[in-house]
């Protein structure tokens, strides 16, 4: 006889595998976020210490040179704040991908649990029901 529990358990093991995998997808994101947060850190503080480092008297030209290439910086961290913002929606996406395909898991889990509870107070009726007839049929001799 094969129990509802058993025939769940392929579903079960596909729940576990897809959860497994969206938290293997949570965790790489969550690098390139800390990474992306890192490369922001680094250009923002390059800013700083490059504008600071221009007080010194200068050419025109040189001058000029300084500043285009802050603002190249400054393009940079743009880009690097909209990629940082990516991120963090990504993040954001795969976070509820994973708590679904853990949702799904947990119930899976749950309806197997309740079923294999069902079938062991099957059983122990069962058991209880032939023990009552033996008890019967002793008497009866």
Known sequence: MNSRAKQLEPAVEQARQ???DA??????QQQLLARA???LAELQRY????AAAGDVAQSVTALLNRQQ???????????QRAELDRQH????RLREQWRRAHARESALDSVVLQHREEERRAADRHEQAELD??????RLR
């Not at 938290?23 to 790489?28: S, V, Y």
């Open 18 to 20: 897809r959860s497994e």
């Open 23 to 28: 938290l293997a997808q949570l965790a790489a």
């Open 37 to 39: 947060e890192h490369q």
């Open 47 to 50: 800013r700083l210490e490059y």
């Open 69 to 79: 290439f802050v603002e190249r910086i400054d393009r940079a961290i743009v880009q």
């Open 89 to 92: 929606r990504q993040l954001a």
């Open 133 to 138: 007839e033996r008890m019967q049929y002793r």
